[in-house]
């Protein structure tokens, strides 16, 4: 398998413009989680799905992030509008639980820059 | 309210020691503890789970303690080699309706110095 696939890698964009960010999770995987990495907070999960349904949105910052999980293969996270103290890395990870091992595997991160 | 605890500071250690690295956790009750390991510009990699019953567990070099009286897990590299130069990071579930979600802490520097 390939692993948990993120697109783009990097993303350049201006304050108030929209951004989607996009992860195919490992085939067979039933969860799907939305982290966002910066020095100051650490990894902190933003959302996560369980068999494509949103199970936890506490951490999603404002209304400004929305995410999406409309098959068992593709998520996005959007932010729309974006702000400069958006800028971070968002990873994507995706588990499976089988008689309670619950090691997630992450991708490689989107690095997001917004001015 | 809940919290993880990994030593900010970065740790040096020379080639051939052992790095152990701490996590110390409170208003848990975890179930098991985990620890992934992060290279720069990539995404953290699992290392390995540990439960609430066992006190230890070790993969190759890697031997990782789990005290819950303490609320702390020690995680130790053996014959530290530079390659093991990264940050670790140590994760705790935190039950939400049922479904594992996990915490991670801030995690801890390791150099290991030829």
């Known amino acids: 398998d390939a692993g948990v696939i993120q697109s783009p890698r990097h993303e350049v964009t201006e304050m108030g413009q929209e951004v989607t960010l996009r992860c195919k999770p490992i085939s067979g995987h039933d969860y799907l989680f939305w982290y966002r990495q910066t020095m100051m907070r650490g990894l902190e999960l933003l959302i996560y799905f369980n068999n494509n349904v949103p199970i936890d949105d506490s951490g999603m910052p404002e209304d400004r992030f929305s995410a999406k999980m409309p098959n068992a293969s593709f998520s996005t996270l959007k932010i729309q509008p974006s702000e400069p103290r958006d800028s971070a890395v968002y990873f994507c990870a995706s588990s499976l639980v089988q008689g309670a091992g619950y090691e997630q595997y992450f991708g490689p991160g989107t690095r997001l820059t917004v001015t | ?114």
């Not at chain 2, 503890?33 to 789970?49: A, E, H, I, N």
């Open chain 2, 1 to 114: 309210s809940q919290k993880i605890e990994q030593n900010s500071e970065a740790l040096n250690i020379q080639e051939g020691k052992t790095a152990t690295l701490t996590c110390n956790y409170t208003n848990y009750s975890p179930a098991y503890l985990q620890w992934y390991r992060q290279d720069p510009g990539r995404g953290p990699v699992f290392l390995l789970l540990i439960r609430e019953n066992e006190k230890e567990k070790r993969k190759e070099r890697l031997k990782v303690t789990f005290d819950t009286t303490l609320k702390q897990s020690l995680f130790h590299i053996t014959a530290s080699q530079p390659a093991d130069s990264a940050t670790y990071l140590c994760a705790l579930p935190k039950n939400s309706g049922g479904y594992q979600k996990v915490t991670f802490g801030t995690g801890t520097k390791l150099q290991v110095i030829p």
